[in-house]
């Protein structure tokens, strides 16, 4: 979209190692020829490689914040970023068309980007997805260049980020286990007595899914570190 309305952003240090005719208008025939369709992925995933090689600086930067308003501020474009790259990864279309990342993925990253667990959640499992497309292909006969810096980059990542998504995938596990539980409960004590569940039943099976959920993410270790701006501009002021 960009090159043909005369705008080209992609870096000519990494793109024109690609074309062998110098100019950016190589990869639109990519859907006419096979061997411009390879030269043009793994243009494309050495760009995505270059940027993924900047979430350990990003993590470590996110990690430093303490407002939760501030936090969500820079989280979110960054995980919006990091889902897109693994959209764009290995995928032929980008040189069709516009790819983006489906709204209804754009709505659920906001809500899930509250705090510094949730972040390593998502950028745990993008990395993951963008090993798998990489091993996938690499599997297939594939010759990527960037290959092995891709995989080197995710495990990286993986790495940084595994321990707190680990932590923040209990909590999640533990709040759906206790409304199950509950709901099970619930529903066996109503059976052995012979009566019918009242209709308050699904009203406060879906009051203790809100406190389970609001349970889980609170009582993460991760999120009692992010404070209101609120909070933080009274503490402030006393110590002034």
């Known amino acids: 979209e960009d090159y043909v309305d005369g705008r080209a952003w992609w870096p000519q240090s990494v793109w024109k190692k690609y074309s062998p005719t110098g100019d950016l208008g190589y990869f639109a025939d990519s859907q006419k020829d096979p061997k411009i369709l390879r030269s043009s992925l793994s243009c494309l995933n050495e760009l995505v490689t270059d940027a993924l090689e900047l979430a350990p600086d990003c993590l470590a930067y996110m990690a430093q914040l303490d407002c939760l308003e501030i936090f969500r501020f820079c989280a979110i474009p960054q995980v919006m970023a990091i889902a897109t790259l693994d959209k764009l990864y290995a995928n032929p279309d980008v040189f069709t068309g516009v790819v983006k990342i489906r709204k209804g993925l754009s709505c659920k990253l906001i809500l899930q980007t509250n705090s510094l667990a949730e972040l390593h959640t998502i950028f745990y499992d993008f990395s993951s997805s963008i090993k798998a497309k990489a091993e ?3 599997k297939k006969g594939v010759q990527d260049p960037s290959f092995e810096r891709t ?12 321990e707190l998504r680990i932590r923040s995938t209990f909590y999640y596990n533990a709040a759906i286990m ?8 619930m529903f066996n004590f109503a059976f052995k007595k012979g009566e019918n569940l009242p209709p308050t039943f699904s009203i406060a099976l879906g009051i203790m899914t809100i406190m389970a959920f609001t349970s889980s993410s609170s009582s993460s270790p991760t999120q009692s570190s992010l404070k209101p701006a609120s909070e933080i501009n009274a503490t402030i002021k006393k110590k002034a």
């Not at 995989?151 to 595994?162: A, H, P, S």
């Open 136 to 138: 996938a292909e690499h």
């Open 151 to 162: 995989i080197r980059i995710c495990d990286k990542v993986m790495e940084l980020t595994k």
């Open 178 to 185: 206790f409304v199950l539980g509950s709901g099970l409960a």
